[in-house]
């Protein structure tokens, strides 16, 4: 089944203790995105890969950091985590040439930092 | 800047009835997709219906519908024949690409839809 999994789905940690969000698509997607959704603010890019070894920020890049060594893995990093980042963080991906077509979306991982 | 705009917060409708969400958006560009999500009590992100902003005919799955106005940059969702399932958060949203490469989805604030039995 094409799918994008996240682990975990949900997290309870304190600040400043290093987490990290895995994403994982099986669709041979060379676009990977990750999001955080706050009420009231809809859904917001933190970064995006177009490729293995490629990354760029998003429109809230501070606080994260991320990684693309293989094509089919994207972890979301928060190394020193606030309580500002509690939210909930969805993965995203894409064959390139159809980001503006369509994004397959994870389920969800419920973070919250106190 | 906002360049997605959904203006009702909340709505409600009676199972059966119709409903229809509002959103604008802003775009320099000629050529793009739009699209509606729905977001039910699972969290799950899900693909309602997707419009060619090139196409003149508005886009029709099933039951939702759009109301497409590219001179207007409109894009309104209309949900016939609602059922309890439909009720969830909706998002509008459109892919901003920036020089062909990130398509990230900028996604309007939401309305959540109450289905009333």
């Known amino acids: 089944e094409a799918q994008v999994t996240q682990n975990p789905r949900y997290l309870i940690t304190v600040t400043g203790k290093k987490l990290t969000v895995t994403c994982s698509q099986n669709m041979n997607h060379e676009y990977m995105s990750w999001y955080r959704q706050d009420p009231g603010l809809g859904l917001r890019q933190i970064y995006y890969?177009?490729?293995?070894?490629?990354?760029d920020k998003g429109d809230v890049p501070e606080g994260y950091k991320v990684s693309r060594k293989e094509k089919r893995n994207f972890p979301l990093i928060l190394e020193s985590p606030s309580p500002n980042q509690t939210s909930l963080y969805f993965c995203a991906s894409s064959l390139k040439d159809r980001a503006a077509y369509e994004q397959y979306f994870g389920p969800g991982t419920r973070l919250t930092v106190t | 800047a906002q360049t997605v705009t959904q203006s009702q917060p909340e709505m409600s409708v009676q199972e059966a009835e119709t409903v229809t969400l509002s959103c604008t958006y802003d775009t320099s560009e000629s050529d793009y997709y739009l699209f509606w999500y729905k977001q039910p009590p699972s969290r799950q992100m899900i693909l309602v219906i997707r419009?060619?902003?090139?196409?003149?005919q508005n886009a029709t799955e099933n039951r939702f519908s759009v109301n497409f106005q590219k001179a207007a940059k409109s894009f309104s969702l209309k949900i016939s024949d609602s059922q309890l399932g439909d009720a969830a958060m909706y998002f509008c949203a459109f892919p901003r690409g920036s020089g062909g490469s990130n398509y990230k989805l900028t996604f309007g604030k939401g309305t959540l839809l109450t289905v009333n039995p």
């Open positions: 419009q060619e902003a090139y196409k003149q």
């Open positions: 890969s177009m490729n293995v070894e490629v990354t």
